[in-house]
């Protein structure tokens, strides 16, 4: 085979290359987490407090798993080192979404998981509607094989109209990774 026959081949196997799925591994975990505190420190002490920790509700989520002083309060340094975990875990969890209010499952809730801003551009956002058993697994597009891991803004539409907020972190660690369960 000629070199450029064998060149032609190999530029029509890698046309779709790059084009696929993007996990949140691939984000710098410094560059995120100094970003979090930029975007969500607005007392400007280096640090997110209970407070400032409602306008996130991923990192609210996962406060214990990343508060390794136990002192309430998310540092630069706290949040880089979760990310930094992040390598060495799952970098797609698959899993199910329950929606459910006072304990019965809503019925055709769309569900939304959108990165926080701060985990970088070009990841995916994920969509699913609740069923009759108040579940839906979350589909992107192109396809990923689960959600990745990192931390996502959710919003809950029910079929009412009701639009409700929540945040969730996706890891092998999180206690609710492969089956969410969201209380509205």
């Not at 064998?6 to 790059?18: L, M």
Request: glycine share 10%; net charge negative; charged share 20%.
């Amino acid at each position: 085979m000629s070199l450029l026959v064998a060149a032609g081949i190999a530029a029509v196997v890698c046309a779709g290359c790059g084009k696929g799925y993007r996990s949140a591994q691939a984000s710098n975990p410094a560059d995120a987490a100094a970003a979090a505190i930029d975007q969500y420190d607005s007392n400007n002490d280096g640090a997110l407090d209970a407070n400032e920790l409602e306008a996130s509700l991923a990192l609210a989520d996962a406060l214990s798993r990343i508060d390794s002083n136990s002192d309430g309060k998310l540092a630069v340094d706290e949040i880089e080192a979760r990310l930094r975990q992040y390598a060495s875990l799952s970098e797609f969890i698959a899993g199910e979404v329950s929606v459910t209010r006072n304990g019965q499952p809503v019925e055709a809730a769309e569900v939304t998981f959108t990165p926080e801003p701060f985990m970088g551009d070009g990841l995916p956002v994920y969509q699913g509607t609740t069923g009759n058993a108040g579940t839906t697994s979350m589909l992107t597009d192109p396809p990923t094989p689960g959600v990745a891991v990192g931390f996502y803004r959710v919003t809950i539409k029910t079929s009412d109209g009701e639009e409700i907020q929540r945040g969730v972190e996706i890891a092998d660690d999180s206690p609710t990774s492969t089956r969410i369960g969201l209380e509205i």
